[in-house]
């Protein structure tokens, strides 16, 4: 059974660089068949999509954040991550981990396997 | 992008009933690429439909998708009570991937 797992710090101050991580246990994190996914979620909010890895190292982001993420993969660990830089109080959410099932294109792809979120406040 | 806009906001309903909830896209999207998502309090939400009317593994068949264009629904064909959650739908025809803004459905 495929299992995702966030970690990182729960609080982050205005300015300073959010990071977290995601283990995924039951799987290959090197299958050519999927990419992996950030989706945050603001507190009684909807879903954001925040960007997308192959285990190639292949990205993609959402331009709404403005250049500010970076996903990074290591094979070795079976891990991938996310770092998201000048943070503000906007990006207080849920960041969840994700397995992504694409088909023709990186971008044809929706979220099969999810881990449980964790919160990141960004509060001084 | 595409924005998808959800209706209504809120579903109130009783367990036994048959629930209706509507996706609109801003543009076209591609019948293949619209998928639902169901999210309970606390939890992560879930993947019950892609391809805009395939249920995923394990998606129980009173769950159903249907639509293509502009519009697509899901529907819940006779509702158990832990059906009552929140529903996204996601389109991934154009990047980047964007998600509606959710319909609860609540216990009227």
């Known amino acids: 059974q495929l299992q995702l797992q966030e970690s990182g710090p729960g609080l982050v101050k205005p300015s300073e660089t959010l990071s977290l991580t995601c283990t995924v246990s039951g799987g290959s994190i090197s299958s050519s068949s999927y990419y992996w996914g950030w989706i945050r979620q603001p507190p009684g909010k909807g879903l954001e999509w925040v960007g997308s890895?192959?285990?190639?190292?292949?990205?993609y982001y959402n331009p709404s954040l403005k250049s500010r993420a970076t996903i990074s993969v290591d094979t070795s660990k079976n891990q991938f991550s996310l770092n998201l830089n000048s943070v503000t109080a906007a990006d207080t959410a849920v960041y969840y981990c994700?397995?992504?099932?694409?088909?023709?294109?990186?971008?044809?792809?929706?979220?099969?396997?999810w881990g449980q979120g964790t919160l990141v406040t960004v509060s001084s | 992008e595409i924005v998808l806009t959800q209706s209504p906001g809120t579903l109130s309903l009783s367990p036994g009933e048959g629930a209706t909830l509507s996706c609109r896209a801003s543009?076209?999207?591609?019948?293949?690429?619209l998928a639902w998502y169901q999210q309970k309090p606390g939890q992560a939400p879930r993947l019950l439909i892609y391809?805009?009317?395939t249920r995923a593994t394990g998606i129980p068949d009173r769950f159903s998708g249907s639509g293509s264009g502009t519009d697509f629904t899901l529907t819940i064909s006779r509702l158990e009570p832990e059906d009552f959650a929140v529903y996204y739908c996601q389109q991934y025809d154009i990047s980047p991937l964007t998600f509606g803004g959710g319909t609860k459905v609540e216990i009227k």
């Open positions: 391809g805009a009317s």
């Open positions: 994700a397995r992504v099932a694409y088909s023709s294109g990186w971008f044809r792809s929706y979220f099969d396997y």
């Open positions: 890895i192959y285990y190639s190292g292949s990205t």
């Open positions: 543009q076209s999207v591609s019948s293949t690429y």
